[in-house]
């Protein structure tokens, strides 16, 4: 048998060998990407002094505001209908996949093999495919947010379901309540806080998200950050960025009181 | 009368978790099964109700077979069976008058159930029970503010408004304070009696059961090793449960 000092003495090597090996992936990556640390590091400082000179906002760029505020809240839109619509989708389905409340094993497998396939195939590649059929609009960028949307919520509502439902599923069966009445009675009232708390935070990521497929579908804020870029208008670039941020830390910040009442 | 016969269990092959039980209670008896953890208690409370589908037996409420039961009997079947849980399984969110009325959804159409849409005698009865409960001034308090023991005194009050025949308890006191403890026992010793139902319940505290239970019941590994009135029940039949668990523990 191993003494308590022996023990502590290899978790010891064990940590020092932990923070060996982390180090020399680094190293190795760097050697491969050719990236020199102490440059990279340095250049640091003056990539941000170059930007602040050229992205700060202009009184010009300041007039432009009107335009960039109507864009924005196309986007906050699209954005909030589509993580709305992915998560009465992705509730109905999780209840139907889940080990709780399921139909049974193989449509639980099957389930999280969907969400997986979604979830995992990044937005910008779904944007891209969906382009070919719904060329560049506002629904292509919605059904893209969606699809990634619903992969992600299926898999949380599923865990939702089975980690904070299960006992008191079991309470109403044992009642003698039918399926429906404890999936309405038990299920969705337990599940609720986590389940709108979960939808805050996909509206907030989509959000972000939603302005990099404007990009891509001509659409929206990220429409009208390409035009300026693509325009060398840095400044009006500056003042979009800025935009976004308000409204995205704004958005963070109302969704955090909503944690705080309904929890 | 509930009447459990040759009830058997395994959950894998070769293993089983219950082999043969068999024991009967009356209405107006408190009945506790005791027995170390891992034991079958659990099985067995679920059994009664059709949550565990056992294997093997018969379990007889007025003589009518449970495990026999279609669909629709046994939702008949399980409103006659009220059941109390160590966590209380409460739905925390919702107010405790709300959580009593659950009971009542064995007996309610899909609809009214789903929505939960209720009578002024049902209402009325929730409010009855809780003050029978001593919770009087607590129905429009969310569960989720309640102290543990109030809490299970919600969940004998959701069973009590099925009107049950029996009542099964697993390990209703397991989360309590020694105070909160003595109330819960005291109030389902005294229900039992006043609606002349029948109490089974899984304790681990065998001063408890002794004190609180008509009869008592032991299982080790699966089986029934005594079945004795609590003031029969001797230290020497209490080391058949435990000696031989300990002993193995110890090597
Ligand atoms: N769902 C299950 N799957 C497999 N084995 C189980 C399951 N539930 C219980 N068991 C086993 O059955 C035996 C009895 O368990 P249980 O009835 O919970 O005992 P108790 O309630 O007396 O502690 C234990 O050995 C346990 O590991
Ligand atoms: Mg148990």
């Known amino acids: ?263 | 009368m509930l009447e459990v016969k040759h009830l058997t269990k395994s959950y894998q092959k070769d293993r089983p978790a219950l082999t043969d039980i068999t024991f009967s209670v009356e209405p107006g008896n408190f009945l506790a099964i005791i027995g170390p953890s891992g034991a079958g208690k659990t099985t067995i409370l679920r059994s009664l109700n059709q949550l565990i589908r056992d294997d093997h037996g018969q379990i007889l409420l007025d003589g009518s077979d449970i495990r026999s039961d279609n669909k629709a009997q046994l939702r008949k079947h399980r409103r006659q069976i009220g059941m109390v849980f160590q966590n209380y399984n409460l739905v925390e969110r919702l107010t405790v008058i709300e959580n009593v009325l659950h009971g009542r959804l064995g007996y309610k159409s899909t609809f009214a159930g789903m929505f939960g849409i209720y009578s002024e005698d049902e209402k009325k009865e929730a409010l009855d029970l809780l003050d029978k409960v001593g919770l009087k001034d607590f129905a429009l308090q969310r569960c989720s503010e309640l102290s543990g023991g109030q809490k299970q005194r919600v969940g004998i009050a959701r069973s009590l408004i099925q009107h049950p025949k029996v009542i099964l308890c697993d390990e209703p006191i397991a989360s309590l304070d020694p105070a909160s403890s003595h109330t819960v026992m005291q109030l389902l010793k005294d229900l039992t009696v006043e609606f002349n139902i029948i109490c089974v319940a899984n304790l681990h505290q065998i001063d408890l059961a002794k004190k609180y239970a008509d009869r008592i019941v032991g299982i080790r590994q699966g089986k029934l090793v005594f079945d004795e009135e609590s003031d029969m029940l001797s230290e020497e039949i209490l080391e058949t449960l435990y000696d031989q668990t300990t002993s193995k523990e110890l090597k």
């Open chain 1, 1 to 263: 048998m191993s003494s308590p000092i022996k023990f502590l003495a290899q978790k010891h090597r064990k940590q020092t060998a932990i923070i060996a090996v982390i180090g020399s992936i680094y190293l190795l990556s760097s050697w491969i990407l050719n990236f020199d640390s102490f440059s990279g590091f340095t250049a640091v400082p003056r990539a941000f002094n170059w930007l602040g000179v050229n992205f700060f906002p202009t009184s010009a760029s300041v007039e432009l505001l009107p335009q960039i505020w109507k864009k924005l809240i196309e986007t906050v839109a699209l954005a909030v209908s589509s993580t709305v619509v992915a998560a009465i989708i992705a509730l109905f389905v999780a209840i139907l996949g889940s080990k709780a409340t399921g139909i049974n094993g193989y449509v639980h497998v099957v389930v999280r093999g969907i969400a997986s396939f979604f979830r995992n195939i990044p937005l910008v590649a779904w944007a891209m495919i969906l382009l070919f059929s719904f060329k560049q609009s506002d629904f292509t960028g919605f059904l893209a947010l969606l699809l990634m949307t619903v992969g992600y919520l299926i898999r949380a509502f599923m865990e939702i379901i089975e980690d904070e439902a299960s006992e008191t599923m079991m309470a109403l069966k044992a009642t003698g309540a039918s399926y429906f009445q404890v999936i309405f009675q038990a299920v969705l009232p337990q599940i609720m806080p986590s389940l709108i708390s979960w939808v805050l935070y996909m509206i907030e990521n989509n959000v972000r998200d939603a302005t990099l497929v404007g990009i891509l579908t001509g659409t929206g804020i990220g429409f009208v950050f390409d035009l300026y870029f693509k325009s060398f208008r840095f400044d009006a670039v500056g003042m979009t960025i800025l935009a976004i941020i308000i409204v995205v830390i704004t958005l963070e910040v109302l969704s955090n009181q909503i944690r705080k009442v309904i929890l």
